[in-house]
């Protein structure tokens, strides 16, 4: 036989001989130090979950596990468990023997199940090279022969140390628990199905006229119209929606006790054409201006009063200007420069600087950025009014001024910035033309409180014959926390100084005074005359304090509040005769998806003057 043949054959001998070594070991091992007794999920952290030993070498983290390196010693290392080293001076004697003797010393067990080949996420280069270095020179100091240098490089079940050094990690059973047990719970496959196949449609209220594509509707969506253009396309609607409302109160303004049943309806006309483009009107056939068609008990006797109005109380077209070229041209949108002309409904800074509506245009350019000022995204509006401007600036002629003024709001600085500047122009020659400007900063700050903080000043008035009627300062100051259940519990407190004569930009009669918002003290209900604290902002200051409860289902609403009016100066130069302390109350319950019950309930003492007081009950029927 020839001497590389015996070698073989020695080396087979010898490699047998090793995997019937290991198995004894292990079958040993298992019997002195069994895990059945052990959960095997408790067994496995008290077998792995051990420290980093204390001696340096690269460490490689697997997972949340670490596993140190060395390069100076050939030991056994697993993704979660290291075994203490093993003297490394001559490699044949780094065998799987050793590393058993090692682990017995310390009272654990070598597991010789096969490895998973599973490798770490960051096995590096630099650790392949260490091994390299390592391999070479205990190839210098030993005469292991190149077979079974090779039988070391290879991972198997004999050799784990292999395992490791490629990133592999020795699949243990023991680490494993049972599936799941659900036999506890009762399995209904129609309730399973019912994500799928049990969808219903909520009862909602439908407009009372609705043609063509129509709010919302099931089925399959018309085709579209092409007539302004391919790529602004015509999926006409016409809608008829709004609501009915019928209150009964009893109000007490001072000396004058009434008791009114007032109704009023608002109907809104909506005319979609394409996506960006519409006209939309709105209407009011009950009202006209803040009275409302009513009865109305006083002094024993009743007195029916109607007050029917069909003129438009807003009649607009709105569209896009970018997509209105597009269509024309055939080409995809570029830009897009909203705008609106007509009777036109104006709302900015919580309806503080502005709350009209006036006939005129204003175009806006949105969704700008400016890095320079850090600001993420802003829109700025221009806007001028020629006739329907409502304000007591000018007294009750809707037509003595025009109105030409920028909005801009912008994101930045940690919050929500609006700033306005409005110039009106008096057109009757009686010197009340006047500047108006308004900031508002919106931020939330703690992550508990959500605060806004308002200025609005007019000045620049000169009069020939009468007073100043636009000229002051107001300061607003609207808190709410972020309580622990924001969505339906709110506490708020709202705070104003008023100085001289502050008026909005434009201010309609039905949407009470410049303090509106303050608190429901402050607030007309805009149908039976329902009494309310000073809400000028005359040489006053004061406040709101109250809390905002919704049901947990948005089932119901109750709001309780604490306000006080403060006056100073002379009473020749304020229209409150003295300080005012009220107490308000509001409650409202929706009966079904179309009706919403609602009652109201104040009372204000007055220096100088009769107290206030009403209670009121409300149905409002919504489609």
């Known amino acids: 036989m020839k001497p590389a043949n015996r070698r073989t054959k020695a080396a087979m001998t010898w490699l047998v001989a090793s995997v ?36 340096g070498g690269p460490v490689a983290s697997v997972a949340n596990s670490t596993i140190p390196q060395s390069s100076s010693s050939r030991q056994f290392t697993s993704s ?15 065998s799987l023997d050793a590393a058993h003797q090692a682990s ?61 050094k490629h990133g592999e990690v020795p699949y243990d059973p023991r680490a494993f628990g049972d599936d799941p047990d659900y036999s506890a719970f009762d399995y209904n496959p129609n309730v399973e199905k019912d994500i799928y196949y049990g969808k219903y449609l909520n009862p909602t209220q439908r407009p009372w006229i609705e043609l063509g594509r129509g709010l919302y509707r ?40 009434q008791t009114v049943w007032a109704h009023r309806l608002n109907l809104d006309l909506d005319w979609k054409i394409t996506s960006t483009e519409r006209v939309h009107a709105f209407i009011g056939p009950l009202d006209r201006g803040p009275r409302f068609t009513r009865l109305v008990y006083d002094n024993g006797e009743i007195d029916y009063r109607d007050e ?53 245009a204003m175009v806006t350019m949105l969704a700008k950025q400016n890095p320079k000022l850090d600001w993420a995204n802003y829109d700025v509006t221009g806007f001028v009014g020629f006739d329907k401007i ?18 801009t709001a912008i994101d930045a600085y ?44 007019n000045t620049e008035q000169n009069p020939i014959a009468s007073g100043k009627t636009a000229s002051g300062q107001l300061i607003v100051i609207e808190n709410s926390l972020v309580s622990h259940n924001p969505t339906f519990f709110v506490p708020y407190c709202n705070l104003f100084l008023g100085k001289g004569s502050p008026q909005s930009v434009a201010r309609a009669a039905v949407a009470g005074g410049i303090l509106r918002n303050i608190g429901i003290n402050f607030e007309t209900d805009g149908l039976t005359g329902y009494p309310l604290m000073d809400d000028t902002a005359n040489n006053t200051y004061g406040g709101a304090i109250g809390v905002n409860i919704l049901g947990p289902e948005l089932n119901y609403q109750i709001v309780l509040e604490l306000a006080a009016v403060q006056t100073f100066g002379t009473a020749v130069n304020r229209r409150s005769p003295g300080d005012q302390y009220g107490f308000g109350a509001r409650y409202q319950l929706p009966l079904n998806h179309a009706w919403i019950w609602r009652m109201d309930g104040m009372y204000a003492i007055q220096e100088n003057a009769e107290d206030l007081a009403g209670v009121r009950t409300e149905l409002r029927y919504k489609f």
């Open 390 to 407: 409502n304000s007591p600036a000018f007294g009750t002629d809707d037509s003595a001024a025009r109105v030409y003024g920028v909005h």
């Open 308 to 360: 029917f109005d069909y003129n438009f109380d807003t009649i607009f077209f709105e569209g896009d200007i970018g997509a209105i070229h597009a269509g024309w041209n055939g080409v995809d949108p570029e830009l897009a420069v909203p705008f609106a002309a007509g009777l036109i409904p104006v709302f900015y800074q919580n309806g503080y600087w502005i709350e009209d509506a006036f006939v005129g």
């Open 104 to 164: 017995r010393q310390h009272g654990e067990v070598l597991d010789s199940a096969p490895p998973n080949r599973l490798t770490f996420a960051n096995a590096s280069d630099d650790e392949e090279d260490e091994d390299n270095n390592h391999d070479d020179t205990g190839k210098g100091g030993s005469n292991e022969s190149e077979e079974t240098r090779a039988k070391d490089d290879s991972c198997n079940d004999v050799n784990p140390y292999v395992c490791v």
């Open 414 to 457: 940690g919050g929500y910035l609006e700033t306005g500047y409005a110039f009106l122009d008096d057109q009757t020659n009686s010197g009340l033309s006047y500047h108006n400007l308004g900031v508002s900063f919106t931020r939330r700050y703690f992550e508990r409180i959500s605060n806004s903080i308002r200025f609005f000043t």
């Open 80 to 94: 979660i468990r290291r075994l203490p080293p093993v003297a490394s001076s001559d490699h044949s004697k780094t």
């Open 218 to 257: 099931a089925g399959e969506i018309p085709r579209s119209e092409t007539w302004m253009g391919k790529t602004n396309l015509v999926a006409q609607h016409f809608l008829l929606y709004g609501d009915y409302r019928t209150a009964v109160a009893f109000n007490q303004n001072g000396a004058n006790e």
């Open 20 to 55: 019937a070594l290991v198995h004894a070991s292990v079958l040993f091992a298992q019997d002195a130090d069994s895990p059945s007794n052990k959960p095997g999920a408790a067994y496995f952290a008290q077998r792995y979950d051990h420290p980093a030993p204390s001696h």
